[in-house]
């Protein structure tokens, strides 16, 4: 119980920034230690837009995916035909002795990833792209207009 007047603090965990790193021969990766501890040892690997990859922890992947998707219509087509392309590409990652993180190839593809890479954070999630495709990204997005936009969303 909470005296009256005093504050209760709270620790608010996000994934925020941007790092860069390097794929192995083998296809895989290391997460920056603050993105490790936030995802956790294993977590949910799948195809993001955009040509990314995103990252969620099980619980994010769970609650972002599979809470909102029990309640919905198995006879849907739209959001049968969303699920189709988004759910058979997800990858239930674990970190290997040494930290690496092993990126299978359907995902690899998917964001045409080679060798170096970026990884984003983005609050709830992460996003792994590859570096060259990302610079092309922002060079092709007006930082100004997409950061108003935010306004839509009471941000």
Wanted: proline share 3%.
């Amino acid at each position: 119980m909470v005296a009256s007047g005093q504050k209760i603090c709270y620790t608010i965990h996000m994934l925020i920034g941007t790092h860069f790193h390097t794929v192995d021969d083998k296809g895989r990766f290391r997460l920056p230690p603050k993105f490790k501890s936030e995802l956790g040892e294993s977590f949910v690997l799948v195809k993001g837009v955009d040509g990314c990859v995103y990252a969620f922890s099980e619980e994010g992947f769970k609650t972002h995916f599979a809470d909102k998707l029990g309640s919905q219509s198995v006879v849907d087509k739209d959001l049968l035909k969303s699920l189709r392309h988004l759910l058979p590409s997800a990858y239930e990652a674990e970190t290997d002795n040494q930290g690496r993180v092993p990126l299978p190839s359907h995902l690899k593809e998917h964001a045409g990833i080679t060798k170096e890479i970026a990884i984003l954070g983005m609050v709830g999630h992460v996003e792994i792209w590859d570096k060259e495709r990302w610079a092309r990204y922002q060079d092709g997005s007006e930082f100004d207009a997409a950061v108003s936009a935010l306004k839509e969303y009471k941000i």
